[in-house]
């Protein structure tokens, strides 16, 4: 059966260096946190789920049903001439705790249950939450902050923990909150979407934006954080926490437990 390119790649690096293939598993995912932060965190994103200049790793589901073998051959040869460097020098260690990493960024590695009722979390994710006034939930919702439609799908459930109670964590803060006073005196604060010399482009809470040439601005604090609140912590118990983790496994689309990522049409 014929793959593709990137498995011909695969197969010919495997067929080149027999040693790759047989590499230890079960690498070390705490060392390879560190690894990722530093190497490849800046392209992929500090979540692994895309930047500006790479893919999302952690919840595409092509990716995430590569073995381990397959991974580890990414990282160690790179993606030559699509901008994917190789990393064979984070050696016998680092690329198997690289690797282990990022299959808790992929939820692979953690067989927590969710115990919650989905249900109640709907309720609290729609309601005294507040969840819904900046996250989309299949079309309903607010604009600003991303759509967790699909998030739960691949994510430790105490992943997803996490980005709630302590997101300065685990949240890279793509919203950096911004607050300006015009020069007519009114106070506006929302996300900071673009800013050169001379102009600033703020999203507000309701998604619009607004361009303000910065003369035209009394004041400009920029506040360093992002705009996920940073008090679910104490304003959620632990049920209401658990019951919002089990809405947004529950309603995202399940994850294949294999999806094939083969052949594109070229022949047998
Ligand atoms: C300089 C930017 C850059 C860095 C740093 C980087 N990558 Fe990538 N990576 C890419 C790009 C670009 C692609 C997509 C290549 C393509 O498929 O076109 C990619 C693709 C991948 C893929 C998927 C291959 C596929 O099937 O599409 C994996 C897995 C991966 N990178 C892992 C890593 C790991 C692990 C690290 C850190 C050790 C890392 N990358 C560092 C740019 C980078
Ligand atoms: C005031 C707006 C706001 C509210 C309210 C809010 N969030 Fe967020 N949330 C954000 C923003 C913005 C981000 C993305 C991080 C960033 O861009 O700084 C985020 C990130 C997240 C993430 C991580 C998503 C990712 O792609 O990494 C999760 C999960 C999340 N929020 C869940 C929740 C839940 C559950 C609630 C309700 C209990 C909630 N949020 C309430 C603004 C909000």
Do not use: W
């Not at 293939?21 to 079960?26: L, M, S």
């Not at 990716?63 to 030559?80: H, K, M, Q, Y």
């Amino acid at each position: 059966m014929r793959r593709s390119l990137y498995y011909g790649f695969v197969a010919v690096a495997l067929l080149a260096g027999g040693a790759y293939g047989a590499y230890a598993q079960g690498g070390d995912a705490g060392a390879g946190s560190r690894i990722f932060s530093s190497n490849c965190a800046g392209c992929h994103g500090s979540d692994g789920r895309g930047g500006e200049r790479a893919p999302n790793i952690a919840t595409a589901r092509n990716i995430a049903s590569l073995r381990d073998t397959e991974l580890g051959n990414f990282v160690r040869n790179g993606i030559p001439g699509a901008g994917m460097p190789a990393f064979s020098f984070l050696g016998e260690r680092g690329v198997p705790d690289v690797i282990a990493y990022l299959r808790v960024l992929q939820g692979k590695t953690d067989a927590v249950e969710v115990t919650g009722d989905a249900t109640a979390g709907r309720v609290l994710f729609f309601g005294s939450a507040e969840c819904s006034r900046c996250h989309m939930m299949h079309g309903e919702g607010g604009f600003i902050a991303s759509d967790l439609s699909d998030y739960g799908s691949g994510v430790a459930p105490e992943r997803i923990r996490s980005a709630i109670v302590e997101p300065e964590k685990v949240v890279s803060p793509k919203s950096e909150v911004i607050e300006v006073r015009t020069a007519e005196g009114e106070s506006l604060h929302g996300v900071l979407r673009a800013e050169d010399n001379f102009t600033l482009v703020i999203q507000l809470e309701n998604g619009r934006y607004r361009r303000f040439k910065k003369d035209s601005l009394a004041d400009v604090h920029h506040t360093g954080q992002s705009l996920m609140p940073r008090d679910y912590k104490s304003r959620l118990s632990p049920k209401e926490l658990d019951d919002l983790v089990s809405y947004l496994v529950r309603s995202a689309a399940p994850m294949e437990p294999s999806a094939p990522r083969e052949k594109t049409g070229d022949s047998q």
